[in-house]
């Protein structure tokens, strides 16, 4: 232990490294379309199916997270963790007891009569802000089980790089790891400060400090990021900077802009919060790797390369804290204490990244955000597309430095996994990188949710797949030619011979795309009014139900239905429209509602509600009425 500890040093500084980026674009085609849709970097290619069929490198589908830490534990493998909790978990819990309470003493004396508006630290509290971080830091990751630490790379002047960006971000270790490797701070929500240790240790670190409780607290954090970094970079001159090179120095605003933890496998979507200010800023890329190898281009290891076998044991020890864990951040820390395995942490700076336009714009491209900054926006849309732009230079240096994908995940796909579960869905069904369907398709979290809502509904053996017998049963329909060709227009590919399972079912990610591309641009009034309008042979402004029957039966019989399929259609989309009336329309009194239902009939608003449920209805409206539109608007 006390051998881990003094092997973790500031000064064993590495070669840079290399490495090319993994990502490649793949391309996704829309069967029964003219066109292709441009898919985010699936990282075998193919579309949502090489996400769902075809295996990753480590022969499972691609998901940043799922920690599957501390599965096949052999008898050995127990024995050794007993051991462990004999002999190495005291010794280790003595060091974590000892360095959080020189840490909590430390920054309460270190935030005591601290001025109210943030300054930089100057005189003893500085100097012993520094002694903390490189005398008791040490001694806290040793607790935990860390063995070595390596730091390569140089830590850019927070006057030329006032934004220290870290990623990937997968557990709680990350944070002091990164707080040895550079004295900077963080952005925390005031909520914190009522806490003793944590509020004191926010103050000490001159964290930016942001109220979380109000519909403005966005723009309000993004304000907060744009005043400091300008702070950094107009106050930081050697003048005012003391002998230790940290006293009179705003420090680095450290930030992990994935907004949640992964499993290092990809890298997410940034968040664009911390590339607002458009300013420098130093990518930092994190490596783990546990066994007897250090981290390395070729052999760090994540999700991908982490079930190799240890001893013939395919247990592999994860500090990954994500959504779809087995065992709790406490379970893994213990784990982590008990092991006898070293524990490899490197954290390397890499070369600053500039912004999208010339360094002596950069301040006063910082002062107009500051400037501009409202209560409902922080920034223009002009300005949040280069801080977008910015974001992603910076991720693919991290990316390719990693040799890792720079994916279209986001934390709404950890979000979607969620509500999949709630569904009964399969939590795979989430994972449709949101961040390439909300830049291509607009789709919002609000509408992912809807859309899923209806999958699920469609998809009745909850496999995460919606065969061509369940897509024609939600519409109530028999498997015909025309309904089989909607189908393939969503990504489905049926056997000919009938659903017998060996064609492709419609994913989520599919339905969405569908939605978007092949029904959306069908819903439009000028098609629904036609349709109305033939419904409606008397021109009275309503439709009568036999009307309905009558017109269905010829347009549906070339779908491929028969007569008592037609009336069973007819009353279930006649139905639907008169309970719309009575539930949901407001334009009409109670004695216009009573006197409808009466009539039996139904309006064009209650028809295009009732068509807006079972939107597919209209495709195969356009496919009979007009054959050769309906294949042109789709593709």
């Known amino acids: 232990v006390i051998g881990g500890w003094r092997s973790i040093s500031f000064g064993g500084r590495k070669g840079k490294r290399g490495g090319a980026s993994c990502c490649s674009a793949a391309y996704a085609e829309l069967k029964g379309q003219d066109r292709t849709i441009e898919t985010a970097l699936w990282p075998c290619g193919g579309g949502t199916e090489a996400m769902v069929d075809s295996p990753s490198i480590s022969g499972e589908p691609l998901n940043p997270f799922s920690n599957h830490a501390l599965r096949g534990l052999t008898f050995r493998d127990k024995f050794l963790y007993l051991l462990g909790l004999l002999f190495l978990f005291p010794v280790r819990l003595c060091l974590v007891c000892v360095s959080v309470f020189a840490l909590s003493v430390a920054a309460n004396l270190i935030s005591f009569r601290l001025p109210r508006e943030p300054r930089p630290l100057t005189g003893w509290k500085a100097s012993l802000l520094q002694f903390m971080q490189k005398s008791v830091l040490p001694l806290l990751l040793s607790g935990v089980g860390v063995t070595s630490l390596d730091i390569t790379g140089e830590v850019a002047p927070s006057n030329i790089a006032p934004i220290v960006v870290v990623a990937p971000h997968s557990t709680p270790l990350d944070i002091f790891a990164v707080l040895y490797a550079v004295l900077g701070c963080f952005v925390a929500a005031d909520t914190n400060l009522k806490y003793p240790m944590i509020g004191s240790g926010i103050r000490a670190l001159n964290c930016v400090v942001v109220k979380r409780d109000t519909s403005k607290s966005t723009s309000a954090a993004v304000e907060s990021i744009c005043a400091r970094a300008k702070l950094a970079m107009e106050s930081n001159d050697a003048s005012e900077t003391g002998a ?27 968040k664009v919060g911390a590339f607002v200010p458009l300013v420098p800023v130093q990518p930092v890329a994190l490596r783990y790797s546990w066994g007897a190898s250090e981290p390395g281009p070729n052999n760090s290891k994540t999700l991908a390369d982490s079930d190799s076998t240890n001893n013939g044991s395919k247990h592999r020890l994860d500090l990954s804290w994500v959504h779809q864990c087995d065992v709790s951040i406490y379970q893994l820390l213990l784990a982590n204490m008990c092991s006898w395995d070293t524990c490899h942490i490197e954290v390397e700076f890499l070369p600053v990244v500039y912004p999208p336009m010339k360094p002596s714009h950069v301040l006063d491209s910082t002062s107009s955000l500051l400037e501009s900054a409202t209560g409902t926006a922080a920034v223009s849309g002009g300005d949040r597309e280069a801080a977008r732009a910015f974001s992603e230079k910076v991720r693919e240096s991290i990316a390719s430095r990693l040799n890792v994908t720079a994916s279209d995940f986001t934390v709404e796909d950890m979000l979607l996994q969620s509500w999949a579960l709630r569904t009964g869905l399969p939590t795979k069904t989430g994972m449709v ?45 028999p498997e015909t030619p025309k309904v089989r060709q ?11 011979d009938g659903d017998d399972g060996e064609g492709r079912g419609v994913s989520f990610r599919d339905y969405i795309i569908g939605m978007r591309r092949v029904t959306a641009p069908v819903v439009r009034e000028e098609l629904l009014r036609q349709a109305f309008k033939m419904l409606d042979r008397e021109s009275t402004g309503r439709v009568k139900k036999d009307g309905l029957i009558a017109v269905l039966d010829k347009l549906l019989v070339r779908v491929g239905c028969d007569h008592e ?8 989309i006649f139905d639907e429209a008169l309970a719309i ?32 449920r079972k939107p597919q209805y209209a495709n195969l409206l356009a496919m009979v009425m007009h054959p050769a539109s309906a294949v042109a608007s789709t593709s």
């Open 244 to 270: 230790d090179g940290i006293s009179g120095r705003w420090p680095h605003l450290v930030m992990f802009p994935e907004g949640t933890t992964t499993n290092r496998s990809c890298l997410l979507q940034f």
């Open 581 to 612: 009336d009575v539930e949901d329309s407001t334009e009409h009194s109670q004695d216009e509602k009573a006197s409808s239902m009466l009539k039996n009939t139904v309006t064009y608003a209650q028809f295009e509600k009732a068509v807006e």
């Open 486 to 496: 909607l189908f393939e227009m969503y990504g489905g590919n049926a056997s000919r």
């Open 433 to 477: 990188e949101y961040g390439f369907l909300k830049r291509e398709l607009g789709l919002s979290l609000p509408e992912a949710k809807a859309l899923m809502k209806e999958f699920a509904s469609m998809d009745a053996d909850r496999d995460g797949h919606v065969s061509l017998k369940e897509f024609a049963g939600f519409l109530q329909l």
């Open 565 to 572: 399929q037609v009336l069973a259609i007819a009353d279930k």
